[in-house]
């Protein structure tokens, strides 16, 4: 289980960097007026999480992804890419990849033994405030985007991706 938890804290660590970058690319874009301001909260909240996996994997002796610098870039420009169709292609990005986050997280904390409490309670909490961006988004007209399915199974499939790739590599 050792194992597991270094490999759970590494890929979230990356899912929350990759976040960090997707909504810093559509701050990029769309960083004004009333929707700047729910970017900037997301974001915020985004950074908290990747400073908590990182105190995590200074803790637990884990690693970082080796694909860091492609998360840098790849997370920014699909949030710019996706702010540049509008704000409701970003807010529909916004839910595809906090829903992708949302059963990852389920997933890992089920699969934490009861001795991981703590770590299990942060997942949680973090699943809760990924759940709230999801609601903003949609709230915010996500599904009104232009290609909505297409648009969130490519994120989707583009964050299973991610995660897989990041919890080995």
């Known amino acids: 289980m050792k194992e597991d938890i270094k490999r759970f804290i ?3 660590h990356a899912g929350e960097y990759g976040a960090e970058r997707i ?7 769309l960083g004004r ?8 909260h997301m ?8 400073q908590a996996f990182e105190a995590l994997m200074a803790a637990r002796r884990s690693r970082p992804t080796a694909l860091l610098p492609l998360w840098h870039a790849a997370g920014f420009a699909l949030g710019a890419l996706t702010a540049a169709l509008g704000e409701r292609a970003a807010m529909a990005c916004t839910v595809a990849v906090e829903e992708t986050i949302d059963a990852h997280y389920a997933r890992q904390r089920d699969a934490l033994p009861e001795s991981e409490a703590e770590l299990k309670d942060t997942i949680e909490r973090f ?3 990924e759940l709230e961006h999801r609601d903003i988004g949609l709230a915010h007209g996500a599904e009104q985007a232009p290609a909505y ?3 969130s ?4 499939l583009g964050c299973q991706a991610a995660i ?6």
């Not at 909504?23 to 874009?29: K, M």
């Not at 007026?33 to 900037?40: F, T, V």
């Open 149 to 151: 399915r297409l648009l």
């Open 164 to 169: 897989r790739l990041s919890e080995t590599i």
């Open 153 to 156: 199974r490519a994120i989707r």
């Open 23 to 29: 909504y810093a690319g559509q701050l990029a874009v």
């Open 127 to 129: 699943r809760r405030e």
């Open 43 to 50: 974001l915020a909240q985004e950074t908290a999480h990747k």
């Open 10 to 12: 590494r890929v979230d």
């Open 33 to 40: 007026g009333a929707k700047g301001e729910l970017l900037r």
